[in-house]
């Protein structure tokens, strides 16, 4: 019994705002995680709330300034009311942080998608 293996070559197709969105996803999927890091936290003694600020790190991987590097530059957040244990997670905040991280997730995928439609619609027009 022969085997017929066939070699299938895939065309990428990709656009800076594809790939700029696609860093923006990556950065809202970290925060998620850490959130969630933040959340199974909360009875930790000693834990401190991790995050990074979303803007700033957009900025940095979009303009591909510092080390290169696509990971978020994760701090402790300052400001939060530790409690006798020196946990400071406050389950409010995160919370809080989850739905806007979702809705900004949500809305980049939304914009992805929109993106593609914009590109299969140039390649079927190229067609016609």
Request: net charge negative; aromatic share 4%.
């Amino acid at each position: 019994m022969h085997c017929l293996i066939t070699e299938v070559k895939t065309m990428q197709v990709t656009t800076a705002m594809a790939d700029a969105l696609g860093r923006y996803l990556d950065l809202t999927s970290a925060q998620m995680k850490l959130t969630a890091g933040n959340m199974a936290n909360v009875d930790t003694p000693g834990f401190k709330t991790k995050g990074f600020d979303f803007e700033t790190e957009l900025t940095r991987q979009l303009n591909g300034s510092e080390t290169g590097s696509d990971d978020a530059q994760v701090v402790d957040i300052d400001g939060l009311v530790a409690r006798p244990d020196g946990n400071n997670v406050s389950m409010d905040r995160e919370a809080l942080q989850l739905a806007k991280t979702q809705l900004q997730f949500r809305m980049g995928v939304e914009l992805l998608r929109n993106e593609f439609s914009g590109v299969m619609s140039a390649i079927h027009a190229e067609a016609k």
